[in-house]
């Protein structure tokens, strides 16, 4: 019998359900996930419960606040100038609070994603904390197969 060790390949079912017991991600219905670990496809404090578990193992993991996603960090909530908005994108675009914008990194050859939590005359403040940071999390995992 295959355990999950470090840098293992993995077939899988999972689940990640948030604190009000709503899926997030859930292939139990489709098929099945693969990913290896340690490449951050997922969390640390996720991929450290899978560790040997056995080749058709299925558990439940429920993850305390703040660990499968981290704390959430107030650094993370910040204001940009509607006018970096408009250069960086549509100058006609209207954004509401709860909005999903996607940011270019510096480099330019990756996004990140912050959320609209106001909006005022020529800003906008964003929160590009983790939608999950802080919060508890269930995570349910089935094991098909592991390399």
Not at 111 to 137: C, I, Q, S
């Amino acid at each position: 019998m295959n355990l999950v060790q470090p840098g293992s390949f993995l077939t899988l079912h999972y689940r990640l359900a948030g604190p009000d017991g709503a899926d997030i991600v859930n292939t139990f219905a489709d098929k099945p996930a693969t990913l290896s670990l340690g490449t951050g496809e997922l969390a640390a404090a996720l991929e450290r419960r899978l560790l040997g578990l056995a080749e058709g193992a299925r558990e439940v993991f429920d993850v305390p606040a703040g660990e499968a996603f981290g704390e959430r960090n107030p650094e993370l909530l910040q204001r940009v100038k509607r006018s970096l908005l408009d250069e960086l994108g549509d100058p006609d675009q209207t954004y509401h609070v709860g909005d999903v914008v996607q940011f270019p990194t510096p480099d330019g050859q990756a996004n990140y994603a912050g959320v609209v939590r106001e909006v005022g005359d020529d800003w906008l403040l964003f929160d590009f904390n983790h939608p999950l940071a802080g919060r508890p999390v269930t995570f349910e995992v089935q094991l098909i197969g592991v390399l």
